[in-house]
């Protein structure tokens, strides 16, 4: 007997969120990024409350990625790092103060990106990351991501993105992260299509 054919997933359609579309949605958001993270339940109510915070900073862009029927399937969004804001500090002091003078000026600070694990690996993260980096006059991105060999690190490593810090602990999470930089325009042609 033939085993039966599991029907074909469409790809995705990449989507420009507004601020106010992605408050909309944030709870739907926090909940990939629970999963995703493989954080307890609760942080995602904790994380919705800053992520709805984030909208109103300046550069705030988001992008989203919908099924055919509009689920949420991974989402990114960022802003303009600047002085004052938590990460931006935190990082900066992580850095030399030449790198930190270099990397946190006129830079996007990419918050979150991710994927509802069973649609990793089709490239959606990829075609968010490329979507956002597309459609902001940064001259530089930065982000964190836990600091070990996974298909998100892999991902900003064919992008282009470079160690800024490496094992860096944040408050509140007790695994490591590294935190990467690339310059704008991204590398895309390097950017496998499974990622």
Same mark, same amino acid.
Do not use: K
């Given at each position: 007997?033939?085993?039966?054919?599991?029907? %074909?997933?469409?790809?995705?359609?990449?989507?420009?969120? *507004?601020?106010?579309?992605?408050?909309?949605?944030?709870?739907?958001?926090?909940?990939?990024?629970?999963?995703?993270?493989?954080?307890?339940?609760?942080?995602?109510?904790?994380? %919705?409350? *800053?992520?709805?915070?984030?909208?109103?900073? $300046?550069?705030? +862009?988001?992008?989203?990625?919908?099924?055919?029927?509009?689920?949420?399937?991974?989402?990114?969004?960022?802003?303009? *790092?600047?002085?004052?804001?938590?990460?931006? $500090?935190?990082?900066?002091?992580?850095?030399?103060?030449?790198?930190?003078? $270099?990397?946190?000026?006129?830079?996007?600070?990419?918050?979150?990106?991710?994927?509802?694990? +069973?649609?990793?690996?089709?490239?959606?993260?990829?075609?968010? &990351? *490329?979507?956002?980096?597309?459609?902001?006059?940064?001259? %530089?991105?930065?982000?964190?991501?836990?600091?070990?060999?996974?298909?998100?690190?892999?991902?900003?490593?064919?992008?282009?993105?470079?160690?800024?810090?490496?094992?860096?602990?944040?408050?509140?999470?007790?695994?490591?992260? %590294?935190?990467?930089?690339?310059? &704008?325009? &991204?590398?895309?042609?390097?950017?496998?299509?499974?990622?």
């Amino acid at each position: 007997m033939r085993p039966a054919r599991r029907p %074909a997933i469409s790809d995705p359609h990449i989507q420009v969120w *507004t601020a106010q579309q992605f408050a909309a949605r944030v709870d739907e958001a926090m909940d990939i990024y629970v999963t995703a993270m493989q954080y307890p339940g609760y942080t995602g109510t904790q994380r %919705a409350v *800053t992520a709805r915070r984030h909208t109103t900073n $300046d550069g705030f +862009e988001c992008r989203a990625a919908l099924g055919e029927d509009g689920t949420l399937l991974g989402f990114g969004y960022g802003y303009t *790092t600047r002085p004052g804001q938590w990460w931006h $500090d935190l990082v900066r002091r992580a850095m030399t103060a030449e790198a930190a003078a $270099d990397w946190l000026t006129d830079s996007f600070e990419l918050s979150e990106l991710h994927v509802l694990p +069973e649609h990793q690996g089709r490239g959606i993260g990829r075609r968010l &990351l *490329t979507a956002l980096a597309s459609g902001i006059p940064h001259r %530089a991105i930065l982000l964190s991501t836990p600091d070990s060999d996974t298909r998100a690190f892999q991902l900003y490593r064919h992008a282009g993105f470079v160690d800024l810090a490496r094992h860096y602990l944040f408050p509140g999470d007790a695994r490591p992260f %590294a935190v990467l930089g690339a310059r &704008l325009p &991204l590398v895309t042609d390097r950017l496998g299509p499974s990622e």
